[in-house]
Protein backbone atom coordinates (compact mmCIF):
# COMPACT_ATOMS: atom_id res chain seq x y z
CA UNK A 1 0.00 0.00 0.00
CA UNK A 2 1.33 3.21 -1.25
CA UNK A 3 1.67 5.95 1.58
CA UNK A 4 2.87 9.81 1.58
CA UNK A 5 3.27 11.20 4.97
CA UNK A 6 3.75 15.15 5.46
CA UNK A 7 5.63 16.77 8.41
CA UNK A 8 6.90 19.90 9.56
CA UNK A 9 3.85 22.28 9.72
CA UNK A 10 3.44 24.54 12.05
CA UNK A 11 3.33 28.06 13.00
CA UNK A 12 5.30 30.74 12.13
CA UNK A 13 5.75 34.48 11.87
CA UNK A 14 6.22 36.28 8.58
CA UNK A 15 9.58 36.75 6.98
CA UNK A 16 10.23 33.16 8.66
CA UNK A 17 11.10 29.53 7.49
CA UNK A 18 9.94 26.14 7.71
CA UNK A 19 10.67 22.89 5.76
CA UNK A 20 8.38 20.47 5.13
CA UNK A 21 9.14 16.46 4.76
CA UNK A 22 7.02 14.13 2.72
CA UNK A 23 8.33 10.30 3.13
CA UNK A 24 6.84 7.87 1.42
CA UNK A 25 6.44 4.30 1.46
CA UNK A 26 4.84 1.26 -0.21
CA UNK A 27 6.39 1.72 -3.81
CA UNK A 28 9.41 2.47 -5.54
CA UNK A 29 9.44 6.50 -4.91
CA UNK A 30 12.71 6.75 -6.96
CA UNK A 31 10.57 6.37 -10.11
CA UNK A 32 7.85 8.95 -9.09
CA UNK A 33 7.55 12.68 -9.83
CA UNK A 34 6.54 14.60 -7.00
CA UNK A 35 4.79 17.77 -6.01
CA UNK A 36 3.83 19.86 -3.57
CA UNK A 37 0.16 21.52 -3.24
CA UNK A 38 -1.39 23.68 -1.13
CA UNK A 39 -5.37 24.47 -0.38
CA UNK A 40 -6.14 27.45 1.64
CA UNK A 41 -9.88 27.50 3.78
CA UNK A 42 -12.36 28.63 0.50
CA UNK A 43 -9.96 28.11 -2.09
CA UNK A 44 -8.84 25.66 -4.65
CA UNK A 45 -5.65 23.33 -4.43
CA UNK A 46 -3.19 25.12 -6.06
CA UNK A 47 0.07 23.93 -7.09
CA UNK A 48 3.21 24.66 -5.64
CA UNK A 49 6.72 23.03 -6.66
CA UNK A 50 7.44 20.02 -8.68
CA UNK A 51 10.48 17.61 -8.89
CA UNK A 52 11.50 14.61 -11.54
CA UNK A 53 11.82 11.27 -10.16
CA UNK A 54 16.08 11.43 -9.98
CA UNK A 55 15.74 15.50 -8.77
CA UNK A 56 17.44 16.76 -12.01
CA UNK A 57 14.46 19.24 -12.95
CA UNK A 58 12.41 21.02 -10.98
CA UNK A 59 9.31 23.80 -11.04
CA UNK A 60 7.94 26.12 -9.23
CA UNK A 61 4.80 28.30 -8.80
CA UNK A 62 5.07 31.93 -9.63
CA UNK A 63 3.95 32.85 -6.23
CA UNK A 64 7.09 31.13 -4.35
CA UNK A 65 9.70 31.38 -7.02
CA UNK A 66 12.72 32.49 -5.42
CA UNK A 67 11.53 31.61 -1.62
CA UNK A 68 10.91 27.77 -1.58
CA UNK A 69 13.14 24.83 -2.68
CA UNK A 70 11.97 21.37 -3.57
CA UNK A 71 14.46 18.47 -2.97
CA UNK A 72 14.46 14.91 -2.89
CA UNK A 73 16.50 12.53 -0.96
CA UNK A 74 15.64 9.03 -3.03
CA UNK A 75 17.56 6.86 -0.27
CA UNK A 76 15.09 7.89 2.21
CA UNK A 77 12.38 8.44 0.25
CA UNK A 78 11.68 11.96 0.95
CA UNK A 79 10.90 14.85 -0.70
CA UNK A 80 11.75 18.13 1.12
CA UNK A 81 9.87 22.25 0.72
CA UNK A 82 12.22 24.37 2.16
CA UNK A 83 9.84 27.57 2.70
CA UNK A 84 12.00 31.11 3.53
CA UNK A 85 10.39 34.71 3.69
CA UNK A 86 6.86 32.72 4.24
CA UNK A 87 4.12 35.47 3.87
CA UNK A 88 0.38 35.00 5.31
CA UNK A 89 -0.67 34.22 1.71
CA UNK A 90 1.18 31.36 2.38
CA UNK A 91 -0.64 29.63 5.11
CA UNK A 92 -2.46 26.35 3.61
CA UNK A 93 -2.95 22.89 4.24
CA UNK A 94 0.08 21.62 1.89
CA UNK A 95 -0.05 17.86 0.31
CA UNK A 96 2.37 16.61 -1.38
CA UNK A 97 1.74 13.81 -4.14
CA UNK A 98 3.39 11.33 -6.48
CA UNK A 99 3.02 10.17 -9.87
CA UNK A 100 4.37 7.29 -11.02
CA UNK A 101 6.33 8.98 -13.98
CA UNK A 102 9.65 10.85 -14.54
CA UNK A 103 7.80 14.05 -15.69
CA UNK A 104 6.07 16.39 -13.61
CA UNK A 105 2.78 18.28 -14.07
CA UNK A 106 1.01 21.33 -12.34
CA UNK A 107 -2.60 19.86 -12.40
CA UNK A 108 -3.24 17.42 -9.54
CA UNK A 109 -5.63 15.03 -11.40
CA UNK A 110 -2.42 13.99 -13.11
CA UNK A 111 -1.03 12.81 -9.17
CA UNK A 112 -2.25 9.44 -8.21
CA UNK A 113 -0.98 9.39 -4.76
CA UNK A 114 -1.51 11.68 -2.07
CA UNK A 115 -0.51 12.10 1.69
CA UNK A 116 -3.07 13.38 4.41
CA UNK A 117 -1.85 17.23 4.44
CA UNK A 118 0.16 19.70 7.04
CA UNK A 119 -0.88 23.06 8.29
CA UNK A 120 1.03 25.81 7.60
CA UNK A 121 0.11 29.10 9.18
CA UNK A 122 2.00 31.93 8.95
CA UNK A 123 0.71 35.13 11.31
CA UNK A 124 1.45 39.02 10.20
Known amino acids: QVQLVESGGGLVQAGGSLRLSCAAS????????IAWFRQAPGKQREFVAA????????YYADAVKGRFTISRDNAQNTVYLQMNSLKPEDTAVYYC?????????????????WGQGTQVTVSS
Open 26 to 33: GRTFSSDA
Open 97 to 113: AARPASRYYTSPIQYDY
Open 51 to 58: ISCNGGST
